[in-house]
């Protein structure tokens, strides 16, 4: 089973910037599609950012040119870089794991990300 811990949370302003790890345990990290997800309060969880096992990418529309995500599989991270936040992107931010198999998904406990404005 995959263990994900998420970090980098946290209160921002407007304009600002926060980046996100997410770093996995157990497991073949390198071969695992990565993602990140939100939730705010009362929505449903939406993609965010996703980078699969051969390094393509793919971002939800509304985070195009301000976030990027990358991974370090010598690690076994994967990193949000959030830039140029806007109110509307407070949420509760989870990373994700698929890997591959059938039942093989999983996620972490969430990082808050608050951006008043």
């Known amino acids: 089973q995959v263990q994900l811990v998420e970090s980098g949370g946290g209160l921002v302003q407007a304009g600002g910037s926060l980046r996100l790890s997410c770093v996995a345990s157990?497991?073949?990290?390198?071969?695992?599609?990565m993602g990140w997800y939100c939730q705010a309060p009362g929505k449903q969880r939406e993609l965010v950012a996703q980078i699969t096992a051969g390094g393509r990418l793919n971002y939800a529309d509304s985070v195009k040119g301000r976030f990027t995500i990358s991974r370090d599989n010598a690690k076994n991270t994967v990193y949000l870089q959030m830039n140029n936040l806007k109110p509307e992107d407070t949420a509760l931010y989870y990373c994700n794991a698929d890997t591959g198999r059938r039942g093989g998904i999983y996620w972490g406990q969430g990082t808050q990300v608050t951006v008043s404005s």
């Open positions: 157990r497991g073949n990290f390198r071969l695992y599609d």
